[in-house]
């Protein structure tokens, strides 16, 4: 399993391609806004290609989903946040870079 097969809303593989790049074991890389993982998960496929171990990469959400209709579905349909947060485990697991991530359940401030 990886990146391509995590449902989501990711398409902006060049931009994270990019930031891994341009990575360093200095830095420390922060998604705010995971949901099942698909983005984070390639960006950490993207650092373990190119041999780069930041100092951290961090998955920041709340699994709570925003306030669009197809978030509110798709959460109610699987069971609730709870389950979505299970999800996004499992699939770092699966795709092996479980490893590489730091969760932080919270809120940003937007
Ligand atoms: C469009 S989804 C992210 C898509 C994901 N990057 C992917 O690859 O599919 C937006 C995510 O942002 C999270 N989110 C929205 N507002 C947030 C906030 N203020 N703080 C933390 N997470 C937030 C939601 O819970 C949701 O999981």
């Not at 798709?74 to 979505?84: H, V």
Request: charged share 20%; proline share 1%.
């Amino acid at each position: 399993m990886n990146s391509s097969d995590v449902d989501g809303f990711f398409n902006f593989h060049d931009f994270y391609d990019s930031i891994a790049k341009k990575s360093n074991e200095n830095h420390i890389l922060i998604e705010v806004g995971c949901w099942l993982g698909a983005s984070i998960i390639y960006l950490c496929e993207r650092l373990k290609l190119y041999n780069i171990k930041p100092k951290q990469v961090v998955a920041v959400d709340t699994w709570l989903g925003s306030d669009e209709i197809g978030h509110k579905q798709y959460l109610q349909s699987i069971g609730g946040s709870e389950a979505l947060f299970n999800k996004f485990i499992n699939n770092i697991k699966l795709c092996k870079v479980d490893d590489l991530i730091t969760i932080l359940v919270n809120q940003i401030k937007l």
